[in-house]
């Protein structure tokens, strides 16, 4: 038997909705410029309620990263293997690239609050980085070693693919607005479509 909830008592949301929530007020206002109180406000939940959920700020933020990083990893994955397989090692590049940019496309707050946590120095930059930027950039770090090892690729440091993609292509998917005033010239955004010729850019500009 179920009971409807008592009058005035806030609506319940979901461990996934407050996550979401927390993520879009993180990437807004920073991680100092976000507060528990405020999330609840938001969310119309009592003043302990998150913190009775997650714990501390510092506790749920850290909640906010993995779910949020868990989820666009797990579809970066998944759309690497639903693309053709590649042939060839650059092709295998290229593939890694366009995944992580189809898969940013619905993640836009999530690429928001990266560009925000790296302008300084932090723990919770050291948060991300060493649990789910580095891990995924070895593979591609493997990848591009052994391309210019067979002298396919000319000598490239890592960060330039990383930043080129994860904070420069990716803005066709995070800066909407800007985005939107070339659909007059290019037309609507074909998210597949920008993030191979992304890729097919920045992989052919490394080749010798």
Request: proline share 4%; net charge positive; with cysteine.
């Amino acid at each position: 038997m179920t009971t409807s909830p008592s009058r005035g008592r806030p609506k319940l949301h979901s461990d996934e909705a407050i996550l979401e929530a927390a993520l879009r007020l993180f990437a807004t206002h920073g991680y100092d410029g976000t507060s528990l109180r405020s999330l609840n406000r938001e969310l119309g939940l009592s003043h302990s309620a998150i913190h009775q959920r997650f714990g501390t700020k510092e506790d749920l933020y850290k909640a906010v990263i993995d779910h949020a990083c868990g989820a666009m990893f797990g579809e970066i994955r998944d759309i690497l293997r639903s693309l053709p397989r590649p042939d060839t090692q650059l092709g295998e590049l290229q593939s890694q690239f366009k995944a992580f940019l189809i898969a940013s496309h619905k993640h836009p707050y999530l690429n928001r609050l990266m560009n925000n946590e790296g302008l300084e120095d932090s723990w919770h930059l050291d948060h991300i980085y060493k649990k789910y930027v580095q891990p995924s950039l070895a593979p591609v770090r493997k990848l591009m070693d052994d391309l210019t090892k067979k002298k396919v690729i000319n000598p490239t440091a890592v960060r330039t693919p990383f930043f080129l993609v994860a904070h420069g292509a990716a803005g066709i998917f995070t800066l909407h607005a800007l985005s939107s005033k070339l659909n007059s010239a290019d037309g609507a955004v074909s998210v597949e479509k920008l993030a191979d010729e992304a890729a097919w850019v920045i992989v052919n500009g490394m080749k010798r």
